[in-house]
């Protein structure tokens, strides 16, 4: 490519991006702390609450707290989805925050990282601030990353399907059959409301929690989250129909306040 060519083409990608950053879009910026921008006031917000886990997120994440979403921390008592996969002792810095066009709302990103020298932890979570009673708290990924995700409402269980997958009817089926049948061998009640994820791969499921990580998973499992009556299956041959997550929500009566182990628990379901 000729020099002046070269040197033409820089500029005008320069001139470009200094527009796109005049025009008020959506860019990505690190706040200042002392701001009295919304950008300000939300980075002081996820500091302070980040400080309220005194280390321990997992332990935590279903701590009640006035800096999170009251209708989030009703829906599920373990509310703080992302937060629940952040190591003990992780330490982060706030990459961005950034508004996101759907009115009084902002992206938050954070990057964290073990606190050993040795750790290689590399993790991003994404929670969102937003206005409640006029003032800003925080809020999760997944109602938001998810809304354009299809519903399927079959029995008490809502499949929430990523837009790539076609839903099965006749799994969802045999997951409710499955299900209740579960429940009458334990004498158990059977399945109540519940919201089921179908996604096309493990690593996308946690992204629409608000979860990046280094170490990739692909279309091999899934995960739940029975006090939040939440599965989420990221291996596509089954679908609608992974019984082991779904036989850890109808189980759970089982192990609330017993002594039983995590390992029976994951033996019983398996």
């Known amino acids: 490519m000729p020099p002046l060519l070269r040197r033409t083409n820089a ?6 991006c200094a527009l796109f950053l005049a025009s008020g879009a959506s860019a990505a910026q690190r706040p200042d702390s002392t701001s009295a921008s919304p950008e300000g006031a939300i980075y002081r917000v996820w500091n302070a609450y980040i400080a309220s886990k005194h280390g321990r997120f997992a332990a935590n994440a279903g701590a009640r707290s006035a800096l999170w979403i009251s209708t989030e921390q009703e829906r599920w008592p373990m509310f703080d989805l992302a937060g629940f996969y952040i190591p ?3 330490v982060h810095r706030v990459e961005s925050i950034r508004r996101t ?3 009084e709302e902002y992206e938050l990103v954070a990057r964290f990282r073990g606190a050993g020298a040795r750790d290689s932890l590399a993790m991003t979570v994404t929670v969102y601030g937003v206005r409640e009673g006029g003032r800003w708290v925080l809020a999760n990924a997944l109602p938001r990353t998810t809304a354009h995700w299809q519903r399927h409402v079959v029995g008490p ?3 929430i399907v990523d837009p790539l997958l076609t839903f099965s009817p006749a799994r969802a089926r045999q997951a409710l ?5 579960v429940a009458t061998a334990f004498s158990l009640p059977r399945l ?3 919201d089921y994820y179908v996604a096309s791969s493990v690593d996308l499921a946690l992204e629409r929690l608000g979860v990046t990580t280094t170490q990739r998973y692909g279309a091999a499992g899934g995960f739940s989250k ?3 009556r939440q599965v989420f299956s990221g291996i596509p041959a089954q679908g609608e129909n992974y019984r082991h997550e779904l036989a850890h929500l109808v189980l759970r009566p089982l192990f609330n306040g017993s002594t039983t182990t ?3 628990s994951e033996g019983v379901a398996t």
Do not use: E, K, M
Not at 11 to 16: G, K, T, V
């Open 157 to 159: 269980i809502t499949y």
């Open 101 to 103: 066009g759907r009115g």
């Open 262 to 264: 995590l390992l029976a």
């Open 88 to 90: 003990d002792g992780a």
């Open 177 to 181: 059959a499955f299900s209740d049948s």
């Open 192 to 194: 109540g409301p519940t």
């Open 11 to 16: 500029r005008s990608l320069l001139a470009a």
């Open 226 to 228: 029975p006090v939040n």
